[in-house]
């Protein structure tokens, strides 16, 4: 029998990909010595909730606050997401023809789908599972400017180990590891926001927060929600450094 044709997306960072148009735990985040309650986003002072203590040897500073997403943002998720999905219906569309966020839906139950979604993070430390070359150096230079960096990703409190081994084993700075089914509980803190799904951005943008992300079939079309998608993560940072110095530019003539 004839084998059908996948077309995965393969994205190779900082290049075009050739298949877009053209056109849980929660846990406090310690900044400083001060815990920041994540399940009371209310209590936060203005100050506080978008800014992060940092003590050193001889001044205090205020470190910006990043919140990362992981899958389809620090490595592709997708294509190997395509791979599970297949194994539960054989005429699952490839990745290159999600156009909308709920593609799933109609080609296999929301069980389904997520006992796909937690066979990939269990096992996310396989030598198959590789991060974007620019990743290291996304993260290494969000760091360098000033940024505290909490990696957020929707995962079962069980993934924790798997996910820590992968992002060692990658050497991927990060400052915080948040899993949990619900990162928007971050957000009231957060100054920017880099994510693949449009309604996580969108509540991102409603909260006061900068949203950012790759641009993917599946967000495309949600684009002018108020947050802006870029082929890569150089772009993506380039994005969020030069509005970062605006915002303070503005905050010092204030």
Same mark, same amino acid.
């Given at each position: 029998m004839k084998q059908p044709k996948i077309v995965l997306l393969n994205r190779k960072i900082g290049q075009p990909d050739t298949h877009l148009p053209s056109s849980s735990i929660s846990h406090p985040i310690f900044c400083g010595q001060n815990p920041l309650d994540t399940q009371n986003p209310s209590s936060y002072t203005p100050t506080v909730k978008k800014q992060c203590l940092v003590k050193s040897k001889n001044k205090t500073t205020f470190s910006k606050i990043a919140i990362i997403d992981i899958d389809n943002t620090l490595w592709q998720f997708s294509d190997h997401f395509y791979l599970e999905l297949r194994k539960i219906n054989s005429n699952f569309p490839t990745p290159d023809q999600w156009s909308t966020?709920? $593609?799933? *839906? #109609?080609?296999?139950s929301e069980v389904d789908f997520i006992s796909a979604i937690n066979s990939i993070h269990h096992n996310q430390d396989s030598d198959r599972h590789k991060p974007y070359p620019e990743s290291r150096g996304f993260l290494s230079s969000l760091k360098e400017h000033g940024f505290h960096i909490i990696l957020a990703s929707h995962r079962v409190p069980e993934m924790r180990q798997p996910t820590e081994r992968w992002l060692t084993h990658h050497r991927l700075p990060y400052d915080e590891l948040h899993l949990s089914l619900d990162k928007t509980v971050l957000f009231p803190m957060a100054d920017v926001v880099v994510d693949? &799904?449009?309604? $996580?951005?969108? *509540? +991102? %943008? *409603? %909260? =006061? +927060?900068? =949203? &950012? #992300?790759?641009l993917f079939p599946w967000n495309r079309a949600y684009a002018g929600n108020g947050f802006v998608l870029f082929q890569n993560l150089n772009e993506v940072l380039d994005y969020i450094l030069k509005s970062s110095s605006r915002s303070c530019l503005s905050i010092v003539r204030k």
């Open positions: 966020f709920d $593609t799933w *839906k #109609g080609y296999c693949d &799904a449009p309604p $996580t951005l969108e *509540k +991102a %943008i *409603k %909260i =006061g +927060a900068r =949203g &950012a #992300g790759l």
